[in-house]
């Protein structure tokens, strides 16, 4: 008998000293893969026995796999606060989160129950109020509300409609059951994060996915897109994702989902409202925008309108909606419904506008506006969470709003009580619940962590659908405060698993329906992006290149009074390259205007050439802070141009020669043209300085051709003639300007009924300009001219195709 | 009393602006009982290339109007004849401070009139401890909420110094506050954050105001540019009540309303967003014509 007991103790201390098998669901609190008795769900099953096969090497090999997809798909989030905001790789939990399809559908049910009655309930607040007058709701929570946007009161959506995508956040309590904690109306993120976790954890787990019955994600987004193709009015109107920018936390997933499903990414200033339609502007003129995927924050959207501050949104946008010429999702308004306090009222809303009970209902919540309510949570103060009512955040994820009601002390002059009473209208009780826990790998073990689940509901040609799957948040210890990505917590890929095969869709083409479509009209801004991206590079580039060439001859004579040193220093200095500086302040300036043209057109743009720039930016920083004058900065150079042309490598070989593509040329061949034009008109007068020939040969990379070329020493003659005149050398002014005629050629409207438009004839004027002059008649005011029209060249490009 | 009214504003753009986008509320209102608009227009030079006329949430007409190409001057004129009806002041319905409350909670209703709009901070308004301070200290246990309302109407009447010089269209009510000096704008936004940090209802009232004083009578301040007041709920049976702080007096008909909000930026008369470089210059002229 003893003997037997030593033994079963013996088993036990190992199996929960090993690291899969030996998981344990918290006491007292619901876990995602073992139940109740500590037995592990069917649905893990497979899950847990094959992760228990693997050792230690093979499981970090393959969270490495998920890691490393991420990183090259250039997954990442913005942080706030701290020093900076930066950009974080995203944290991936590596384990999904399993969910019997039958307990899904359950939760579906529920969760479209949800959809339609906040649609009823948006209806009514912008409608008739008919909840206020009939007293179920009070009327301060919707005049006090700052989310009530008043402009909105009375206009009734273009296709009837105030939501077309909706997400919830919710958690399982310790009965089991499953809890609204918040519903997201206003602009739902985070559908784009759940597909790039999909497909990350899926390349961790590909043997597992295939093994298991997962539904797919892509006929949900499939669906969503259709019906949002059917509220366009006119088959010309184009579909896009409003976003407030790339600045803000979710951008990246603003362009992935924009990419995933073709509509245009545009910011408010790319909008205009004519005649009250909504129109965007684009290199080849106004185009009307029929349905806008708001992922801009309502107030922001019209500072006519709505918040007179806004900076980002489209003036005249709200004239466009009372005339019901724009379908915007969801309609501006609808964040009210998130609204905290109103979670406590919805089971009476429920009752009163759809006739039914809640299928799924909210974390228990009382407002303390009223005095039964409010005597409820001061009597339970122990057991809740206070925080803000209008709060559209859910308790556990709003910058530390809610406290605890456990740890409130009366003060000496205050009791809760009293706050209660008279902060009681801005306040809410919630029950402090605990959520389930879900496994996570955590120091080399499974490990139960706390959990929420973001869930998406969209409204498909065949009504609400829900997304078979989500983005689960996982808290970083066992403190449920800790979900929120800003707080340390990570995200992990949801399975809803079915014991039958899946229907497999994709979002690709099919072979039956192949249609080359050209892209859409491109938007001025983005070529306006473009077109400095590609200056900003090629000035990079050619800072680069001089400063290679008088670091080299620095240390070779470390005289920087020598009379060609001298001279290039002063030119350099015109253009605030100061020379005594390694690496100038004004080239780190340089790149980041490069790299911040490139932020905002993330779209357009592989993964590769973004990361390549991002590594340029940092190199060029950590070269600051390291190298000295003279030859160490020749080879820094050396490396920073190879870097650059990397960049410029990924970009020539990747990008689809469209209209983006030209502006991006463009603005190269404009930059090169006119870096190589001052040069010239700066180095090769008579007062010239020894050695300024060769050095431009050096800075023109000619020094190999002029040498084949011309069988003589440099002279003033032969280098102008490469270098400003050669029609085949890719360094030479007249080069850049026959490669810009041709580009323009190939723009939006370079001809119009026939005849060039002035910018083309500009183009051509320019390059016949040059391509009839000698080498003899070049000289300085040549130059200076040269420059300053291609200075005014910019211009007319500017006002012509950006405005 | 019958009055001709005419307004007009002015912006002259030191570079030409090459489009905009505004929203006008200038013209009266109409409201039974105490005003009513007998005939009004609003013209715009130059012309715009799109002109809406609409009803805003707190019932004011505004005009959204377009341009899309070049011009150096924006000019507004309104012209309106009005008709005033004298309210003979009520008596005192309003109720104790602590019965506001109770009041304000019957009233099942967010339409535009609802005193519950009024309450809360408004976009210009936040929360003021200082302004708070001062409202509370005026406040003496059994004061009416009228009484409440006329004894800061007065305080600041008598605190405050009326300078065009010291303040702006953008000053916040707690700097008007601080120095105690501004124009009609920062004393009615003071006068409202002081009631509504009371939990008094209390909103702004845009409009003009008599130009030639009565026979005998003084000329009012804020005569030669559009005005503001303040209207304050006063309990189910006072109702909303106008009082002008600027001037320490109920506004009667010497008042012509035209817009009503929780505070300016709800009536300003223009907002606007112009595609513009340099800066602009604004004049405003004001001519309110009694013709009886």
Known sequence: ??????????????????????????????????????????????????????????????????????????????????????????????????????????????????????????????????????????????????????????????????????????GRGPDGNWWVLSDRTEAPSG???????????????????????????????GAFRDMLQSRKRHPDDRIAVLTPGFANETYFEHA?????????????????????????????????????????????????ELNQRSHIGTPGLVEALRAGSVTVVNAIGSGMLETRALLAFMPVICRQLLGQDLILPSIATWWCGHEPERDHVAANIEKMVIGPAYSTRPFFDDNGQSVLGSSLRDTAQHSVADWLKSDGGKLVGQEAVTLSTTPAWVNGKLTPRPMSLRVYVARTPNGWQVMPGGFARIGNGADAAAIAMQAGGSAADVWIVSNRPVERVTLLP????????????????????????????????????????????????????????????????????????????????????????????????????????????????????????????????????RKLAGFAGLVHENMYRFTGWRFLSIGRYLERGLHMTRLLGHMSGEDAPDGAYDMLLEIGDSVMTHRRRYNVNTEALTVTDLLALDPLNPRSVLYQLNEIKTEVEQLPNAFGNGQMSSFYREAMRLHAGLAVMTPEAMNTDVYRRLEQELERFSDILAQTYLG | MLYDISLRITYAYE???????????????????????????????????????????????????????????????????????????????????????????????????APHHFLGASPLLPADPTIAAYAASIDKPGMSVRQIAETICERIHRDFTYDGKATTVDTPPHEAFKIKRGVCQDFAHVMITALR????????????????????????????????????????????????????????????????????????????????????????????????
């Not at chain 1, 787990?205 to 892509?218: K, P």
């Not at chain 1, 390694?582 to 490069?594: E, Q, R, W």
Request: net charge negative; aromatic share 8%.
């Open chain 1, 191 to 221: 559908a784009g994060f759940a597909l790039e976790n999909r497909v990350a954890t899926t390349r961790a787990f590909s043997d597992l996915y295939a093994e298991t019955h997962v539904h797919r994600l892509a006929g949900f987004f």
């Open chain 1, 256 to 304: 992935y989902i924009a990419r995933y499903l073709g509509f245009m990414l545009l910011e408010g200033e790319d909008l205009t409202v004519v005649d009250d339609r909504v129109m965007v502007r684009t290199v080849a003129g106004l185009k009307p925008v029929g349905v806008l995927w708001r992922r801009l924050d309502a107030a922001f959207a019209d500072p006519l």
């Open chain 2, 197 to 292: 940090s009371l939990g008094i209802p209390a909103g702004y009232v845009s409009g003009f105001l008599r130009t030639i004083p009565p026979p005998g009578k003084e000329r009012l301040e804020g005569a030669d540019a559009m005005h503001a007041w303040v209207r304050v709920w006063c309990g189910r049976a006072g109702g909303w009540l106008e009082l002008d702080p600027t001037n320490n007096i109920f506004a009667g008909t010497d008042h012509i309303v035209v817009g009503h909000g929780r505070d300016y930026s709800d009536v300003a008369p223009v907002i606007g967003v112009l595609k513009s470089y340099g800066s602009h210059e604004t004049e405003q002229a004001v001519d309110v014509i009694p013709l009886e």
């Open chain 1, 510 to 641: 099919q072979e039956s329906d192949f249609i080359r479509t050209m892209p859409g009209s491109l938007p001025s801004r983005a070529a306006d992006n473009l077109f400095w991206l590609g200056r900003y590079i090629e000035r990079a580039e050619g800072a680069l290149r001089i400063l290679r060439a008088w670091n080299g001859r620095f240390a070779e004579s470390a005289d920087s009074e020598m009379p060609l040193l001298k001279n290039i220093s002063d030119y350099l200095a015109a253009l605030d390259i100061d020379t005594r500086q390694a690496v100038p302040d004004s080239l780190i300036a340089n790149i980041d205007s490069a790299l911040f043209s490139a932020s905002n057109i993330r779209d357009r743009f592989s993964a590769d050439g973004w990361l390549a720039l991002n590594d340029l930016a940092k190199t060029v920083r950590k070269f600051q802070a390291t190298v000295e004058v003279g030859d160490d900065a020749t080879h820094a150079m050396t490396v920073l141009l």
């Open chain 2, 15 to 113: 570079v030409p602006a090459s489009g905009g986008r505004h929203i006008v509320r200038v013209l009266p209102l109409s409201l039974p009982g105490r005003q009513r608009l007998i005939a009004g227009t609003v013209n715009f030079t130059p012309s715009p290339a799109e002109r809406s006329d609409t009803v805003d949430f707190f019932a004011n007409p505004a005009a959204s109007i377009v341009y899309r190409s070049a011009h150096d001057r924006l000019v507004i004129r309104m012209q309106a004849r009005v008709q005033l009806d004298a309210q003979p002041l009520s008596a005192d319905f309003s109720p104790p401070l602590e019965g506001l409350a109770a009041e304000i909670d019957e009233i099942l209703s967010v339409a535009p009139d």
């Open chain 1, 1 to 170: 008998m003893a003997k037997k007991q030593t033994s079963e103790a013996a088993k036990a201390s190992r199996t929960s000293d090993d690291p899969v098998f030996g998981y344990r669901a918290l006491p007292g609190i619901a876990d995602e893969m073992v139940d109740i008795d500590g037995n592990v769900r069917p649905v893990w099953q497979h899950l847990l026995s094959t992760i228990g096969r693997m050792d230690e090497t093979e499981l970090a090999n393959r969270f490495a796999r998920a890691d490393r997809y991420l990183r090259d798909a250039g997954v990442f989030y913005r942080a706030y606060g701290s020093k900076e905001n930066s950009e974080r790789n995203w944290p991936l939990s590596h384990i999904p989160v399993l969910i019997d399809e039958s307990e899904w559908d359950n939760l579906s049910k529920g969760l479209i129950q949800r959809a339609d009655l906040l649609e009823k309930l948006a209806a009514d607040l912008y409608g008739p109020n008919r909840l206020v007058s009939d007293g179920v709701l009070p009327p301060s929570l919707i005049a006090a509300n700052p989310q009530f946007l008043r402009p909105m009161v009375g206009i009734t959506p273009a296709d009837g409609h105030f939501l077309h995508f909706c997400s919830f956040e919710i």
